[in-house]
Every structure is written in structure tokens, then in C-alpha cells.
């Protein structure tokens, strides 16, 4: 891993860039194969190479990657709680709504216009209606124009997915349609490119979708177990006349 994070720093590999063959590599590191192959495995795991059979082992091009399995186990150990959840997508996500409005360029706002779309026509498909959900988080991330934050916000989008998808059967039609108007209001904002409107409505619609998934879990569960209790200053969004207004 290294030898060829040595590669990248003198520009000898780019992304897009096809790694030397493994043997080549051996003989030019002095290790065997074998010791080769589990570094591409740990490089391919970090999101850092690709192997295209037939071809060889490749630099990730595009944004970059970070896999959610080490941040899906350490849930799984430490008990990542909703409200942990939640304000980790606060801290991230708010801030990044406000620089997307000032950043956000004409194929971001098409791609968040065309995501507001899709919940809109989803609200009777749950699982569907989560799929553009997350795909609208992850495109007001990638309109901050941050890769970081991108990658971050990637990365636990895949675990939020991991642990709603089990409960999304459960929204109502009333529930999808508040956070589809939710979200067509962050996007006004980013389209405005007014960054304090944008934060406040992902800051509001956030605590919003905490406080719906308590109710939801409470009433969901067969022992009638309290929920962690949703985040303080906690108000329902006002409900949307109809679907259909779009400025």
C-alpha cells in the first residue's frame, strides 16, 4: 500500500491510471504475489483501486469513495443510537446545504430538481421514495463542491439506508408527502442560492425526520419499548396544501 500511495504522491499514477501488473510489482517491491494480491484487496476495500477483469487493477476515477463497512461495524459494536445518527447528518448536512447554495451549479440544481421529481411520483413506493431520499442528500453533498464532505456524507447515507430500509414500509402517504415538500424546500433554497434558508430547512427537516422515526419505531415496536428521545426543539413541518404547487 506504500509502494503505490508512492506511485500517486509523485504523479506517476493518476486516477483512471492502470497499476503495474502484480508481477512487476513483486519484483519491484521484492515480495511475493501473494503479499501483492492482499494489498490490492486492502486498497480495493478503502475505495482506493478497482481490479476490471481481464484488464488489471485501476485508480478509482470520480469522486471519492469511503465504504460504509467500518462505520457499520463500529454500530454494530459501540450501538449507534437515531439520535447519534441524526446529529452527525446535522452537523454535516446543514452546513453543506448552505455552501451548495453557494456553490451549487446549473447540473447540480437539474439533478436535485429532478430528485424532488422522483419523491413526488414515489409516495406510494416507500423503499423507492427512500432510494431518492438518500440520492438528494447525496446530491446537495456533491453540490458543496466538497469532496470531503461528499465522501463522508456517502458513506453514511449507505448506513442510514441499512437501518431505515427495515422500517420505511411503516411512513404513511401523509408522512412522504411533508418530507417530499421538505426537500423541494431545501432545493428552492439552494436555487435561491440564499445559504441561510437552505441551512434552516435541512436543519428543520433533519429534526423532523428524527422526531417522525421515534414516533414511528414506538408505534412499531411489539413491546411498546420508548424510543431515544428525538432531539430537543423538535416541531412538525406544516403540512403542504397539495403536491402539485412548484414554483
Known amino acids: 500500500m506504500s509502494y503505490v ?61 469511503l465504504g ?28 453543506a446545504a448552505g455552501v451548495a447554495a453557494e456553490r451549487a451549479k446549473p447540473e447540480h440544481l437539474a439533478r436535485l430538481a429532478e430528485e424532488v421529481a422522483n419523491l413526488f411520483a414515489s409516495m406510494d ?23 470531503i464532505v461528499g465522501a463522508v456524507v456517502e458513506m453514511i447515507a449507505a448506513l442510514y439506508y441499512e437501518q431505515r430500509r427495515q422500517t420505511a414500509e411503516r411512513a404513511t402517504n401523509l408522512n412522504l408527502h411533508d418530507a417530499a415538500e421538505m426537500h423541494r424546500r431545501i432545493y428552492q433554497a439552494i436555487r ?8 434552516k430547512a435541512m436543519n428543520e427537516h433533519l429534526l423532523h425526520s428524527s422526531a417522525h422515526q421515534a414516533r414511528e419505531q414506538q408505534s412499531g415496536s411489539p413491546t411498546g419499548a420508548k424510543p431515544a428521545t428525538p432531539p430537543s426543539g423538535t416541531t412538525p413541518a406544516p403540512r403542504a396544501r397539495t403536491a402539485a404547487r412548484r414554483r
Request: hydrophobic share 40%; aromatic share 4%.
Open 5 to 65: 500511495r508512492s506511485l500517486i504522491d509523485r504523479g506517476l499514477v493518476r486516477p483512471g491510471g492502470r497499476l503495474p501488473a502484480e508481477r512487476d510489482l513483486a519484483i519491484e517491491i521484492g515480495v511475493s504475489r501473494p503479499t501483492i494480491r492482499a494489498g490490492i484487496r486492502a486498497l480495493s476495500a478503502m475505495g482506493v483501486v478497482t481490479a476490471k477483469h481481464g484488464s488489471g487493477t485501476y485508480i478509482q476515477d470520480g469522486p471519492p469513495t
Open 68 to 95: 460504509s463497512e467500518p462505520l457499520s461495524f463500529l454500530a454494530a459494536l459501540h450501538g449507534f443510537t437515531r439520535d447519534n445518527m441524526y446529529e452527525a447528518r446535522r452537523i454535516l448536512e446543514v452546513g
Open 125 to 147: 413506493d416507500p423503499q423507492g421514495f427512500l432510494l431518492h431520499d438518500i440520492n438528494f442528500h447525496r446530491a446537495v453533498a456533491t453540490a458543496s463542491g466538497n469532496p
Open 192 to 199: 435561491a442560492h440564499d445559504a441561510r434558508a437552505a441551512r
